[in-house]
Structures are given as C-alpha cells and as structure tokens.
C-alpha cells in the first residue's frame, strides 16, 4: 500500500469538496476546505516527503475561465514537482500530451472515455496512441445503484451503463498503467470506507489501483489494506490535517509499506 496524495482544483484554488456536489451551473460544490496556499505548496510538500504519484484533478469544466485559471494552478505544481504528479480534468487525445510536457507522469481520463454510457474504444486508442499506455490512468470513479457500482462521469454526476466489476477491469487494464476510483458516494465525508467496493477492486486488477472516499480513520486505512489485500494505494483528502482534518500527514505516511514508486 502506497499513500497518493491529492491537488484537487476548483475556481482556480486548491480544495476538498464534497463527492456529488459539483455543478457547472455556476460553478458551486459544497466544500469542505479551502487552502490558503497554492497548489505549488502541496507539490513541493510531496517532493520533499518522497511521495510519488499523487494526483491534480481540474473539477472545472475544460472551455470555462475556471478551467483556465485552475490549469495555470496544476502548471505551478507540475513546475515543482515534474513527473512526480498525475493530472485529470478535461482530459481528450487533443490535449493530452500538453499536460504530459506540463511535467505530469500520467494524464487520468473518464468522461472523455466514457461517453453516450458505454467505453468508447476509439477514442481510449487514440489516448494510448498519443502519450502511451505508460501514461495513462483511467478513472473508474463511481456510485452505487441497484446494487452495483456503475462508473460515472462530468464531474460524477452522470451514470454511464458501465458497471466496475472483474470483466471491466480485466479489460480496461490492457490500455492503463493504473487505475483511479473515487467512492463518490463517501468521497469528502470522512465517514468510512466503502467495504464492498474495496473488496472487489483488491480481488482483479493486475495494475495499481488507487482507491480514494470515505477515508475518516487510521482503522480505515487498515481496513482498505485487509479488504484490499494489500493491492490498494489510498488516497486521504478532507480528513488529512493539510486540508483541516485530524489525521496526521506523517503518521499516515508511517503506515505505508512503500511511500514511492517509480515513474
């Protein structure tokens, strides 16, 4: 288990949200956390600790002056800590390779992928064919419904068909080097794991996999680690004492088997 920090980027500051808030309607979400520094502050923070492979995500939508500004705030971070940090948020095969000169190690897609419901493979081809499939993360974020959990995409409120399970991943994993998946039903509540999701991601995936909500707890982390049979890295955002929580960074850092990867 690896702790991947997080940048999470919302009118061109850094921020914790609550999961399913966000809106592009007037750009809203409720937060939980707003930083007073800039996104270069973490950056440098993760460098120092030797953390790689965290990961900024732009919550704006990419055509918005939002977007823009939250873009100038990713390029500070990337400026001080190059390869060491993966980017999501409007991600296509158009832009893609910018942010990878940008200095991210990985760009991290969803809804550009998952369009009309279902996986569009051109479109993940032609993802591979512009930075690598070395390069890439695919976002598996999800929410409940009827049972299962189904991927979803704009800022996590859209339902795609595309359900995470052993044949999703064993397919999707042929085209990424790791996998990104927000909980978004607890993400930013601080109130527990999502168990059973965490049960089936540490039971398929030949690839890192990064499991992100609802982390509240040192027992939580644990619990990822046993349910996830040590095949999951966590990532910790509002209950994390750099975003007003009470979870200690270093301590978290501490329960790790491995702080760094190789990129």
């Known amino acids: 288990m690896q702790f991947r920090p997080c940048i999470d980027i919302h009118n061109g ?26 996104a270069s502050f973490f950056a440098k923070l993760y460098r120092e600790s030797g953390i790689r492979g965290g990961h900024i995500i732009l919550l704006n939508k990419a055509g918005t002056p939002y977007y823009d500004a939250d873009v100038e705030q990713a390029k500070l971070a990337l400026s001080e800590y190059p390869k060491g940090l993966q980017l999501g948020g409007g991600i296509t095969a158009d832009n893609a390779e910018q942010f990878i000169s940008y200095g991210a190690s990985h760009v991290i897609v969803t809804s550009y992928v998952f369009s009309d419901g279902h996986v569009n493979y051109d479109r993940l081809q032609a993802l591979v064919n512009a930075v690598g499939k070395e390069h890439l993360v695919l976002d598996l974020s999800c929410r409940r419904r009827d049972g299962r959990y189904y991927i979803v995409t704009d800022r996590w409120q859209k339902f795609t068909e595309e359900v995470v399970s052993k044949e999703t991943i064993l397919k999707l994993q042929e085209y990424a080097d790791e996998f990104l998946i927000h909980a978004v039903d607890v993400e930013g509540k601080a109130n527990g794991v999502e168990r059973e999701l965490v049960s089936i991601l540490g039971e398929y995936a030949d690839i890192p996999i990064t499991y992100a909500g609802g982390v509240g707890s040192y027992e939580d982390i644990e619990t990822i680690r046993t349910l996830g049979k040590g095949r999951l890295n966590v990532t910790i955002g509002s209950a994390l004492d750099l975003f007003g929580g009470h979870l200690d960074y270093n301590r978290v850092i501490s329960m790790m088997d491995d702080k760094a990867v190789d990129i």
């Open 13 to 38: 500051k850094v921020k914790q949200i609550v999961g399913g808030t966000l809106l592009d309607e007037g750009n809203q979400a409720k937060e939980n956390f707003v930083a007073e520094q800039d």
